[in-house]
T-cell receptor, first 116, second 111 residues
Framework: DTGVSQNPRHKITKRGQNVTFRCDPI?????LYWYRQTLGQGPEFLTY????????KSRLLSDRFSAERPKGSFSTLEIQRTEQGDSAMYLC??????????????FGPGTRLLVL | AQSVTQLDSQVPVFEEAPVELRCNYS??????LFWYVQYPNQGLQLLLK??????LVESINGFEAEFNKSQTSFHLRKPSVHISDTAEYFC?????????FGTGTRLQVFP
C-alpha cells in the first residue's frame, strides 16, 4: 500500500475556470476527508465521506465546491468559477473506522492550487 | 465548540538543544489529541496521539507530549533536536470525526 495519493500535485488556473482534483485513499479505508490549508494556517475541514455517502460539509464549502465519492473508493473535489481566494493547498485524508477509539487520519501530499 | 491554540508561530533553536511546542485546547467533552508534522511541500504526517490511558505519549523519533486535563494542554517536547526536525508542527483535536487544527508552529533548527 502506497498511502493516500492526490492528483495533480500542482494546478495553476485562471480566475473563472473550473478545476477538479482527485484523491485515492488507502484501499481499505472507508472514510475520506477533504481539508484546505492556506498560507500560514492550519488545515481547515471541508467535507467527509463514509463510503460513498457525504456525511458533513463545512460552511467553507460554498456552492462553487462539490465533492463526490461515487463508488466509495476515490474522491473528486471540483471548484467551479475559481476565484483568487481559492488559492490554497487541498489535502485529502482517509481512515478506517473500527467503532472503538479514534483511528489515525492519514494525509496525502496535497494539491496546491494557484488561481491567477 | 472545540478549538486549538498554538501560542508560538515560530520557534528557533540550536541543534541538540531541548524544545517545547505549546498547544492548548478547549473542549467540553472527552478529547483525542494529535500532533502532526509537515515538511516543506509535503502533506501531514502523524507524529503522536493521545486517545486514552497514559498521559505521556511518545513518538519513534524522540518527541513526546503530555496530556494535561487540568491545564487543557498537550505540549510537545524533545530533549535534543536535530537539523532534520525543521518543519511545521500542528496540534489537532478530533471533533466528532473531523480534525480541528491549530495554526501551526514553525520549528527552525540551526547548526
Amino acid at each position: 500500500d502506497t498511502g493516500v495519493s492526490q492528483n495533480p500535485r500542482h494546478k495553476i488556473t485562471k480566475r473563472g475556470q473550473n478545476v477538479t482534483f482527485r484523491c485515492d485513499p488507502i484501499s481499505e479505508h472507508n472514510r475520506l476527508y477533504w481539508y484546505r490549508q492556506t498560507l500560514g494556517q492550519g488545515p481547515e475541514f471541508l467535507t467527509y465521506f463514509q463510503n460513498e455517502a457525504q456525511l458533513e460539509k463545512s460552511r467553507l464549502l460554498s456552492d462553487r465546491f462539490s465533492a463526490e465519492r461515487p463508488k466509495g473508493s476515490f474522491s473528486t473535489l471540483e471548484i467551479q468559477r475559481t476565484e483568487q481566494g481559492d488559492s490554497a493547498m487541498y489535502l485529502c485524508a482517509s481512515r478506517q473506522t473500527t467503532g472503538h477509539l479514534q483511528e489515525t487520519q492519514y494525509f496525502g501530499p496535497g494539491t496546491r492550487l494557484l488561481v491567477l | 465548540a472545540q478549538s486549538v491554540t498554538q501560542l508560538d508561530s515560530q520557534v528557533p533553536v540550536f541543534e541538540e538543544a531541548p524544545v517545547e511546542l505549546r498547544c492548548n485546547y478547549s473542549s467540553s467533552v472527552s478529547v483525542y489529541l494529535f500532533w502532526y508534522v509537515q515538511y516543506p511541500n509535503q502533506g501531514l504526517q502523524l507524529l503522536l496521539k493521545y486517545l486514552s490511558g497514559s498521559t505521556l505519549v511518545e513518538s519513534i523519533n524522540g518527541f513526546e507530549a503530555e496530556f494535561n486535563k487540568s491545564q487543557t494542554s498537550f505540549h510537545l517536547r524533545k530533549p535534543s533536536v536535530h537539523i532534520s526536525d525543521t518543519a511545521e508542527y500542528f496540534c489537532a483535536v478530533d471533533n466528532t470525526d473531523k480534525l480541528i487544527f491549530g495554526t501551526g508552529t514553525r520549528l527552525q533548527v540551526f547548526p
